[in-house]
């Protein structure tokens, strides 16, 4: 079955404590991407990459890191996580960037950093 | 620069009546992508649609509808007689293709919550 795969699905932190949340996809999609979800702002990227060792900043990406060392995998690492990244996030695979093809989203990361 | 508007934040409608979501978008790229997602309470994002800037032919697909009209850059999207399982927050959503733009960056509406009472 085609999916992308998000760990862990919830997570409670504390502030400075460095975390990662992985992202697997089983499609051989070239692009990956995270967003952030917050209410009343909708999705926004905080990264993507075009394929292995090829990433780039989306619209939010302070405070983030990404890496692409592998075609499937692509975790989103908080190394310092502070109150304002408390949010839902989705990890997304496809084809081409433009989606053609669809684009698929994991499950969500429910994020909270206190 | 792209952007979308989902004007309307919240709308509630009672079982079996009809309801348009309306999506107003913002690009100076002639080859474009847009988008409709659904989120139902359980939070994940339901793929709804997907359409290219060169087709504007209206598509439905049951109780689903959307009109794609360039003249006014929207991509509305009508549910005919609505059910309480259509209760979630749905998003408009746009890719820009034009050389130049940096793909894959899929830019989203704020999302309107719709509420189907019983």
């Known amino acids: 079955e085609a999916q992308v795969t998000q760990n862990p699905r919830y997570l409670i932190t504390v502030t400075g404590k460095k975390l990662t949340v992985t992202c697997s996809q089983n499609?051989?999609?070239?692009?990956m991407s995270w967003y952030r979800q917050d209410p009343g702002l909708g999705l926004r990227q905080i990264y993507y990459?075009?394929?292995?060792?090829?990433?780039d900043k989306g619209d939010v990406p302070e405070g983030y890191k990404v890496s692409r060392k592998e075609k499937r995998n692509f975790p989103l690492i908080l190394e310092s996580p502070s109150p304002n990244q408390t949010s839902l996030y989705f990890c997304?695979?496809?084809?081409?960037?433009?989606?053609?093809?669809?684009?698929?989203f994991g499950q969500g990361t429910r994020l909270t950093v206190v | 620069a792209q952007k979308v508007t989902q004007a309307q934040t919240e709308i509630s409608v009672v079982e079996k009546e009809d309801v348009t979501l309306d999506c107003v978008y913002e690009?100076?790229?002639?080859?474009?992508?847009l988008f409709w997602y659904k989120q139902p309470p359980s939070g994940e994002l339901v793929f709804l649609i997907r359409?290219?800037?060169?087709?504007?032919q209206n598509e439905i697909s049951g109780r689903y509808s959307w009109n794609f009209q360039k003249s006014t850059s929207s991509f509305n999207f009508t549910i005919t007689a609505s059910q309480v399982v259509d209760s979630a927050v749905y998003f408009c959503?746009?890719?820009?293709?034009?050389?130049?733009?940096?793909?894959?960056?899929?830019?989203f509406g704020r999302g309107t919550q719709l509420t189907v009472w019983p």
């Open positions: 690009t100076r790229d002639t080859t474009y992508y």
């Open positions: 990459s075009m394929n292995v060792e090829v990433t």
């Open positions: 959503a746009l890719s820009a293709a034009d050389r130049g733009s940096t793909l894959g960056r899929l830019y």
């Open positions: 359409r290219n800037s060169f087709d504007e």
């Open positions: 997304a695979s496809s084809l081409s960037p433009t989606g053609v093809g669809s684009t698929f």
């Open positions: 499609m051989n999609h070239e692009y």
